[in-house]
């Protein structure tokens, strides 16, 4: 098996539980952007949202690790825990979550659905070294004329900043090396290992955003409110801690492939999710955007 590419000699089909369970958590993803949106409208900064959903998430985790494996085996394996926490971590909440500052949810949801063809197009030029098939690049051109839809609707036609976009877009790469590094090592720890080194350096490298900001929101009137603290639990215990650490497990028994194309159902729930909650207009760019990634990726991935 190559360990980055996560090609399996099982049949991936006989396991329908891990199927399940990644469609639980892309769910759960999906809505994410819904409560990140309304904490930010409540007052919290986009490193203030990161702050405490790792700190809950790591909290929750540190808890339930039995035993407590403080190193990696071998100090390449200690940078790479490093690299996941960084691009898995605080690379990929502070750009999608100041992209939600500057753009709707479902402009972000839909750009962010980019990491599973970002995923295999890495593989296939750095990996494999090799130049991606017809029905690959077929897929790509679809699927980036969705994403150039849903930019440029929104710098002509809805008078947005596209650098929420393009925000969007270092999100997507970021958690697209965050998968590949965390299929190498799911071959060698336990997800419960991974998940927490994700965390305490995604911690740990979230300082120097929260020195730039110069301060960190803890006012009561604010963090009290039961819509902070209920979106904070959320977001930290269930879509950081439990998720994050089913994700690991996913990829321990699927193909990165196979289990990155879940990924494509987040901004069909996420807009939908907007369109309910926030009210969040649904134009027929945006659709029409929508319709051309989800199409694309989907020939790519086949």
Known sequence: MNKLTGRFSSDTRSNPMFHVLALVIV??????????????????????????????????????SRPFKLFAYSLKDEFLCFSIGLLGGTLYFITENTALKYTMVSNVALICSTTPLLTMLIQYLLI?????????LTGSILAFAGVGAVIFNGKFVLNLNPAGDLLCLASALSW??????????????????????????????????????????????IL????????????????????????????????????????????????????????ESLNAVIIAGTILVIVGMYFAGK
């Open 27 to 64: 769910a759960i993803w999906g809505i994410t952007f819904i409560s990140t949106k309304i904490l930010l409208k409540s007052g919290l900064s986009p490193s203030d949202i990161l702050f405490y959903r790792f700190i809950l998430a790591y909290i929750g985790i540190c808890l339930c």
């Open 128 to 136: 494999k070294q090799t130049l991606p098939s017809g029905k690959v």
């Open 176 to 221: 697209t090396l965050y998968t590949l590094v965390s299929k190498y090592l799911t071959d060698k720890y336990p997800a419960m290992f991974i998940v927490r080194k994700t965390f305490f350096y995604g911690l740990l490298t979230l300082i120097p955003f929260l020195a730039i900001q110069g301060s960190l929101t803890t006012s009561p009137r």
């Open 224 to 279: 009290l409110q039961p819509e902070v603290w209920s979106q904070l639990l959320f977001l930290g215990i269930v879509a950081s801690f439990l998720c994050f650490m089913l994700w690991n497990v996913c990829l321990r028994k699927l193909n990165t492939i196979v289990l990155s194309n879940y990924i494509y159902l987040i901004p069909v729930i996420s807009i939908s999710a907007s369109n309910l909650i926030l009210g």
